[in-house]
């Protein structure tokens, strides 16, 4: 899969997102999300084949962070999507108050 | 070496209740998935839809009517977890009034098992309500239940 495909699906971004500066459980991030975990599972294989999330294993449990720098160019993508998603919501949020 | 993943609970149904939320199709998709194509003999075909369109498929190996179920399962388009690749079962035990019922799933690759095992921390309660005549919301995964 090219790399503009494993990002071009929503729920794997929202899975980056979610292990942008945190490192999560699988089942944490199933219970972040409406999605099952049969698509949970296959999300974070792509995202672990593509070498866009780390595995670190910790006792029984297998820990997942966002390797940034295997992203490249991508990177950046991601963060203004993601800062703007948000001032798009703060801006919302201001005009709601107004 | 990896303990195999178990989730347990008593429900409070008959045994022949919970067997047929197994082995009906219909009765199958009021706790997991929005789709099921059950063939429930030896050999006949276990495959189940999500709603967020994954996909299990699989085998049934073994039916013990009202004590247990026994398929093989694994994820249409998961390299990690191809269709038949692990087993799960299903058994049902009388206690009391009511069952206590078991999920076993072996077979799964080490990274596979927490997140398959938070996935039946999810479904096994739903089965439990949907025994018991209790109402649960269309699934939409572990994310998705506001309990």
Redesign the interface.
């Given at each position: 899969m090219d790399v503009l495909q494993v990002i071009a699906e929503p729920?794997r971004r929202r899975i980056l997102e979610l292990v942008w500066d945190d490192e999560l459980?699988?089942?944490a991030?199933?219970?972040?999300?409406?999605?099952?975990?049969?698509?949970?599972?296959?999300h974070?294989?792509v995202l672990?084949d593509s070498g866009f999330v780390d595995?670190r294993t910790d006792g029984?449990?297998?820990l997942y962070r966002a390797n940034k720098q295997a992203l490249g160019p991508l990177r950046q993508v991601l963060e203004t999507m993601w800062s703007e998603t948000l001032d798009d919501l703060g801006a919302a949020i201001e005009s709601d108050l107004q | 070496m990896t303990a195999p993943l178990t989730v347990s609970r008593r429900i409070a149904a008959a045994p022949e209740v919970v067997y047929s939320y197994l082995t009906d199709p219909d009765k199958w998709v009021r706790w997991q998935g929005s789709h099921a194509d059950l063939d429930p003999r030896p050999g006949g075909l276990f495959l189940m839809a999500?709603?967020?369109?994954?996909?299990?498929r699989g085998r049934f190996l073994e039916l013990v009517p009202d004590e247990r179920v026994v398929f093989t399962w694994g994820?249409i388009?998961?390299?990690?977890?191809p269709p038949g690749s692990s087993v799960v079962e299903i058994s049902i035990h009388p206690e009391d009034d009511g069952s206590m019922v078991t999920i076993t799933h072996r077979d799964l690759p080490?990274?596979?098992?927490?997140?398959?095992?938070?996935?039946w921390e999810?479904y096994l309660p739903r089965l439990a309500a949907v025994a018991e005549g209790v109402r649960v919301e269309p699934?939409?995964?572990?994310?998705?239940q506001s309990s």
């Open positions: 729920r459980s699988a089942g991030i199933a219970g972040e999300f409406d999605v099952t975990f049969g698509a949970v599972s296959q974070l294989a672990k595995v029984n449990r297998r | 999500m709603p967020d369109g994954a996909r299990a994820w388009d998961h390299p990690g977890v080490d990274d596979e098992i927490e997140i398959h095992r938070a996935g999810h699934d939409r995964g572990p994310g998705g």
